[in-house]
């Protein structure tokens, strides 16, 4: 039987942060993230695709970046509390910083 896609992204992405893939077997919602790390509680959502608004805005925050900045798009709902929002970074720039973190503390 094929591995399911959402399957594979989550070991991708565990490969990539250096943690582990969870398997769902016997976790309830919130008992236990996606991917185990030392740092992160992880939860993977794998889509068809990401919108292009989403993107576009990645993409301007990478073009805008002076130096060693962490590129990041910051996503508020009208009416929302702004301690609410969410932070979007491509993983490709989040594990590099990751490493970094970790190097600097080895």
Do not use: N
Not at 57 to 62: I, K, P
Not at 87 to 99: A, K, N, R, Y
């Amino acid at each position: 039987m094929a591995d399911k896609a959402w399957k594979r992204t989550e070991r991708q992405v565990a490969a990539l942060l250096g943690g582990e893939r969870v398997p769902v077997t016997g976790r309830a919602r919130g008992s236990t993230p996606d991917v185990t790390h030392p740092l992160l509680a992880v939860e993977v959502k794998h889509r068809k695709s990401v919108p292009a608004w989403l993107r576009d805005a990645v993409d301007q925050a990478r073009a805008s970046v002076r130096g060693s900045q962490l590129p990041i798009v910051v996503l508020h709902g009208a009416g929302e509390r702004f301690d609410h929002a969410l932070v979007i970074i491509t993983l490709s720039d989040f594990s590099h910083w990751i490493e970094d973190r970790r190097q600097e503390g080895t």
